[in-house]
């Protein structure tokens, strides 16, 4: 088992989170392709603790169902209407064994670069100081909006103060309090119960815990952090986007470090779900969102969003646009490809320029190069459709399927009106409206035989360029035509 572990986490989401000015919850937003609160719950359970506490009341509904999509065992406390991270921990506890002994740990929902690593570090400080409190500091370069920590002349840490309640003095301090904490239960279920709301906000903080322990005679510790963006809270939208990109510039920082050769990391995104094999290639101007897999070998970009798209070994994908698809080894996409939900694109095969596909299957080795809509489809290995080819799957009212059997060679401009089936090894002609099934080996054609209707150019559009110069070519054909043999 793990050296140091908390018995239970509290992870604080209970707060309104005004300053988004958003109709949805602070810690519903995402960043790097999970909220905010998966985030700290990501974090959180890195700790491998007995229970995870999550404490809700804004936007209550929508928080729980979110939670119990990415993290089921976690156990919901409902805050109620007295304000306060004191009281949130209060409602947290509650739900916890009254007989619950060791560590707590208390998180915010809203802090999202946090790793468990960190949460990891401040268990073990707080069991090898033998600390009744431990309590995570930073020194940021603007401490505005932070509680300040308030140490005796000895430098044992004696209390917190909110910057709202703070002296002008105390606003010169330095080290803030990042909100992130290891208490002994007993002792925080103590402390709690003599916290009042007796500040500015008429809210029970729980930074002052602090000083109800530090007063009784418990050890206080700070627990320096010099890694900073790992305290930093989301409060409104400019923080989302600074931590956001600070995460994924982590995100594609690691990558790199894992043998991926990523062009311009700058305009390269790649969500904290995404996973990349070796000598992997990313291009500049290139998203990889959601949890898409990407081979070893493969090229992507630029200019490319992926999200939730499976690609094998040796793949490359250009300039493309793609979700919930699946790309096979060695096979290449785009440039300029539209790949919608349901697309499978076999070993070697080629979805290639201005091509958009959807629920289609397309075999190994079968091409689909240019200038294409193949929607509700299946084409068979090593076939190759022609260039400007619609399977036209819908007839106004329902959606209509497509087969295409293998090694079948389809002309250009064609269209399939589904529902119809094109048999193995068959061909069809250029500008076929094929509407009935096509048998093995056969070559269906559509298209009446060509006929011209003689000189109706000259005819009918006297006086254009273009009749001048079919007059004069006529009669360069019509003197050689003389000429005797
Ligand atoms: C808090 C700390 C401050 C610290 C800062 C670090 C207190 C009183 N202050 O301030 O010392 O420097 O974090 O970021 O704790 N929440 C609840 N219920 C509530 C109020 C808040 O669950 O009644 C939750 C919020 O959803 C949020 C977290 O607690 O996740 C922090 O609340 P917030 O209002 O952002 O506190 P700060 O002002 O940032
Ligand atoms: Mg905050």
């Known amino acids: 088992m793990t050296a140091h572990r908390p018995t239970a986490v509290i992870v604080l989401a209970a707060g309104g989170g005004t300053r988004m000015k958003s109709d949805t919850a602070k810690v519903l937003h995402p960043i790097g392709g999970r909220s905010l609160l998966r985030h700290a719950l990501t974090a ?3 700790t491998e603790p007995d229970h995870l506490v999550v404490v809700v009341r804004h936007d209550r509904e929508r928080i729980v169902d979110h939670v119990g999509v990415v993290d089921p065992m976690v156990v919901i406390a409902d805050q109620d209407e007295v304000p306060g991270t004191g009281r949130a921990v209060e409602c947290g506890l509650a739900v916890l064994p009254a007989d619950l002994e060791g560590t707590v740990v208390v998180t915010m929902g809203d802090v999202p670069l946090l790793t468990g690593e960190t949460l990891r570090g401040l268990v ?7 600390s009744a409190v431990t309590v995570i500091t930073a020194s940021p370069a603007d401490p505005t909006g932070y509680g300040r920590i308030l140490r005796d002349d000895a430098g044992n840490v004696v209390a917190n103060v909110e910057h709202k309640d703070a002296s002008d003095e105390q606003r010169k301090i330095a080290e803030v309090n990042a909100g992130l904490y290891a208490f002994d239960v007993g002792v925080l279920r103590e402390a709690l119960t003599q916290v009042s709301n007796d500040n500015t906000q008429q809210e029970r903080y729980l930074t002052d815990v602090l000083a109800v322990v530090h ?25 989302l986007a600074r931590l956001g990109a600070e995460l994924n510039r982590r995100t594609v920082e690691a990558w790199m470090r894992e043998g991926v050769t990523v062009v311009d990391p700058r305009t390269t995104w790649i ?14 101007q290139t998203q990889l969102l959601g949890a898409s897999t990407v081979g070893s070998g493969v090229t992507l970009g630029p200019d490319t969003t992926l999200t939730d798209v499976e690609i094998a070994d040796g793949a490359s994908v250009i300039r493309t646009q793609g979700s919930l698809a699946v790309i096979g080894a060695g096979a290449t996409v785009g440039p300029f490809a539209y790949l919608r939900p349901g697309t499978v694109l076999g070993v070697k095969g080629k979805i290639g320029t201005f091509v958009e596909t959807k629920n289609t299957q397309i075999g190994d080795g079968a091409k689909v190069p240019h200038l294409s809509y193949v929607g509700d489809a299946e084409i068979g290995e090593g076939s190759n459709i022609g260039a400007g080819t619609i399977f036209a799957n819908y007839d106004g009212v329902e959606k209509h399927h497509t087969t295409i ?3 079948v060679k389809t002309g250009s401009h ?8 094109v048999g193995d090894g068959a061909a069809t002609g250029g500008g076929a409206v094929v509407r009935r099934d096509v048998p093995p080996g056969a070559l269906a054609v559509s298209t009446g035989p060509q006929r011209h209707i003689e000189d109706w150019v000259q005819r009918k559009r006297p006086g254009t360029k273009a009749a001048e110069v079919a007059a004069a070519a006529a009669g360069e054909d019509s003197e050689e035509d003389q000429e005797p043999t």
Do not use: C, M, Y
Request: proline share 3%; net charge negative; hydrophobic share 35%.
């Open 44 to 46: 959180a359970r890195g």
């Open 124 to 130: 073990a400080a707080h069991d090898e100081t033998a």
């Open 215 to 239: 007063a009784s005679g418990g050890k206080v510790t700070a627990h320096q952090l010099d890694d900073l963006w790992q305290t930093e809270g989301v409060n409104d939208r400019v923080q």
């Open 271 to 284: 969500d904290a779900d995404v996973s990349l094999g070796r000598d992997v290639t990313i291009q500049p």
């Open 405 to 407: 059997g293998r090694h």
């Open 414 to 421: 064609n269209v399939f009106v589904a529902p119809v089936r």
